[in-house]
Each structure stands twice: as C-alpha cells, then as structure tokens.
C-alpha cells in the first residue's frame, strides 16, 4: 500500500524553538506538498517541490522553510516557532496532474 | 484566489438516503478533484474529474462538472454511517503547475 509518512502526530514546541515536520512517500513521486488546515480555513499551502532541491512558495510561505536533499523526503522547518503556527500540518506527495496521496497529519502546538 | 467553496457547509442525512455536495470556483481549470477527511486524519482522494468530463463515477460516487457554470457536485448514493466525514473539493491551476486549491468543506454527518 502507497505511503506518506509524517514523523509526528502530536507535537508541543516553545515559541523561538526551531521546528522540523519531517515527511516520507515510498511512491517515487516527483511532487511533494506541505499544506497547514485551520478552522474556518481550510486547506492552505505553503510550500511545495517538483523535484529534488527544487522548492516553490505557496500561499502562506512566511515564517517556513523547506528542504528537499532526495526525492522521497521533504522537510518543513518552522525557522522560530510562533503561536500563530499552531496548526495541523499535512503532507502529499503525486505524480503530475493526479490525485494527491496525503499523510496523516501532525498537529503542531506552540506554547 | 482560486480556492473552492462547497455547499451546504454541514449536512445531517439518515442512512440510505443520497448526499449532494456542490462545489464553485473561480478560475479556468485542468482538474478538478474531490477528498474525503475523517476527523483529525489526513486526506483521502476519491475522484478525478478532468476539463473535458463532464462526468465520472467510482462506486456510490458521482461526480459532475460543468466548466461553463465553474461548479461541481460530488453525489454519495445509499449514504452509510461510515460515510460521516468532511469532503473537499479541489482545483489546479490552469498554468499547468500541480498544485491545488481546496475550499473549507463540506461536513457530512451520516444518522444510523
């Protein structure tokens, strides 16, 4: 069964601390998809990757980074933590112009 | 933006009974998709509809699109219980560039 792996579901950070959400598909797949969902919200991106240490801005890419060193692994760093980024991260990866495979999430807290 | 938005927001049905979901948006599209999300969970993709269909269907699913209105509808016939989840629609760019725009959702809540 296709996989998208997030290293953590739960997580509790204090606000300066430098934060990785680390994010791992076993599908070869070219295109990979950090989003964060708030209520209210929705879905809302903020970086993605057509390929390996190639990275492009989405919506809300303030206060993020990203990497992406090989193909099946892409890292979100949250530079200095903040309140504000308390919020449910997802990760996806695909293949181009096809449905998404997502993982489960990691609901990130900010204290 | 180019961010869908579905309608109704929340729907309560009794089981057996159809759930339609519809969904607008704003610009030209390649794709447009449907996902499901159970509670606190990631998201699960059940239908690709391109442009140029007009409809498709996967199971109890049946996904309609109509590019001259810029609207969709996701039809769940013979709704279960387990079908209770929130169901997004999803667009890409026209550009060609795979990203996609999701609107908030639409909660389904599936009465035994």
């Known amino acids: 069964d296709v996989k998208v792996t997030q290293s953590s579901r739960y997580l509790v950070k204090r606000t300066g601390e430098k934060v990785f959400l680390e994010c791992v598909q076993d599908?070869?797949?070219?295109?990979m998809f950090w989003y964060r969902q708030d209520p209210g919200l929705g879905l809302r991106l903020i970086y993605f990757?057509?390929?390996?240490?190639?990275?492009e801005k989405g919506d809300i890419p303030e206060g993020y980074s990203v990497s992406r060193e090989k193909k099946e692994r892409f890292s979100l760093i949250l530079e200095s933590a903040s309140t504000n980024q308390t919020s449910m991260y997802l990760c996806?990866?695909?293949?181009?112009?096809?449905?998404?495979?997502f993982g489960s999430g990691t609901r990130l807290t900010v204290v | 933006s180019q961010q869908g938005e579905e309608d109704p927001q929340a729907l309560s049905i009794q089981e057996g009974e159809n759930a339609t979901m519809n969904c607008s948006y704003k610009?030209?599209?390649?794709?447009l998709q449907w996902y499901r999300q159970n509670s606190g969970r990631g998201l699960v993709h059940l239908i690709l509809?391109?442009?140029?269909?007009r409809e498709k269907h996967s199971g109890r699913l049946r996904v309609t699109l109509d590019t001259s209105k810029k609207s969709s509808s996701l039809l769940i016939t013979a709704s279960r219980a387990a079908d209770t989840a929130s169901y997004f629609c999803?667009?890409?760019?026209?550009?060609?560039?795979?990203?996609?725009?999701f609107g908030t959702g639409t909660r389904l809540t599936v009465i035994p």
């Open positions: 999803a667009t890409d760019a026209w550009t060609g560039a795979n990203n996609l725009f």
């Open positions: 509809i391109r442009s140029n269909e």
């Open positions: 610009t030209s599209i390649n794709n």
């Open positions: 996806a990866s695909s293949p181009f112009n096809a449905g998404y495979t």
């Open positions: 990757s057509y390929d390996v240490k190639m990275k």
């Open positions: 599908m070869d797949h070219e295109n």
